[in-house]
T-cell receptor, first 109, second 116 residues
Framework: GQNIDQPTEMTATEGAIVQINCTYQ??????LFWYQQHAGEAPTFLSY??LDGLEEKGRFSSFLSRSKGYSYLLLKELQMKDSASYLC??????????WGAGTKLIIKP | GAVVSQHPSWVICKSGTSVKIECRSL??????MFWYRQFPKQSLMLMAT?????????EQGVEKDKFLINHASLTLSTLTVTSAHPEDSSFYIC????????????FGPGTRLTVT
């Protein structure tokens, strides 16, 4: 079956770095997405990886290892506004997104 | 670019009535749109995939006669919740997929439905 696993909740300190891990199993693979979702709002797109390696975009970076079925989202210089849920989603061979349950990130001052 | 709007943003209705939610891609043509629902503190649950000019594809367990989807144009899809019940109260979110490239989805702001 298809499955996305990520931690339920993480806590980090303002100004620090946090890494949110995601492991995936999909029928075929057409890429891995990360979305940010603030409470009561819709998700917003953060990153897309389809090749192995690290993609950097400002304070956020995303890494993919296809052989390990593994990805992580790295957030640097954490700000209070980064408190949100982070959703990992794998795209299968039908270009359908398989969603993880999301990781709630709590930032403390 | 890639802006998706959704209307209404919130709605309260009585049991037994029907509610229509609109999803529009404002600056691109979306041949495919998706409808999700999300309960508090849970992840997104895909309800159906809507393709312009054809019938929607519903996920297992989603009643097609209760959740009517119409994708009449390349920029508009509608979800109608028919004969709404309190258990239909949820956050409904649509997304539109870019027609080419990475196939990333852009989400509307969501509609919070409360059925009394």
């Amino acid at each position: 079956g298809q499955n996305i696993d990520q931690p339920t909740e993480m806590t980090a300190t303002e100004g620090a770095i946090v890494q949110i891990n995601c492991t995936y199993q999909t029928s075929g693979f057409n890429g891995l997405f990360w979305y940010q979702q603030h409470a009561g709002e819709a998700p917003t797109f953060l990153s897309y990886n389809v090749l192995d390696g690290l993609e950097e975009k400002g304070r956020f970076s995303s890494f993919l290892s296809r052989s390990k079925g593994y990805s992580y989202l790295l957030l640097k210089e954490l700000q209070m506004k980064d408190s949100a849920s982070y959703l990992c989603a794998g795209m299968d061979s039908n270009y359908q997104l398989i969603w993880g349950a999301g990781t709630k990130l709590i930032i403390k001052p | 670019g890639a802006v998706v709007s959704q209307h209404p943003s919130w709605v309260i209705c009585k049991s037994g009535t029907s509610v229509k939610i609109e999803c529009r891609s404002l600056d691109f043509q979306a041949t495919t749109m998706f409808w999700y629902r999300q309960f508090p503190k849970q992840s997104l649950m895909l309800m159906a995939t809507s393709n312009e000019g054809s019938k929607a594809t519903y996920e297992q367990g989603v009643e097609k006669d209760k959740f009517l989807i119409n994708h009449a144009s390349l920029t508009l899809s509608t979800l109608t919740v028919t004969s709404a019940h309190p258990e239909d109260s949820s956050f409904y979110i649509c997304s539109a997929r870019l027609p080419e490239g990475t196939y990333e989805q852009y989400f509307g702001p969501g509609t919070r439905l409360t059925v009394t």
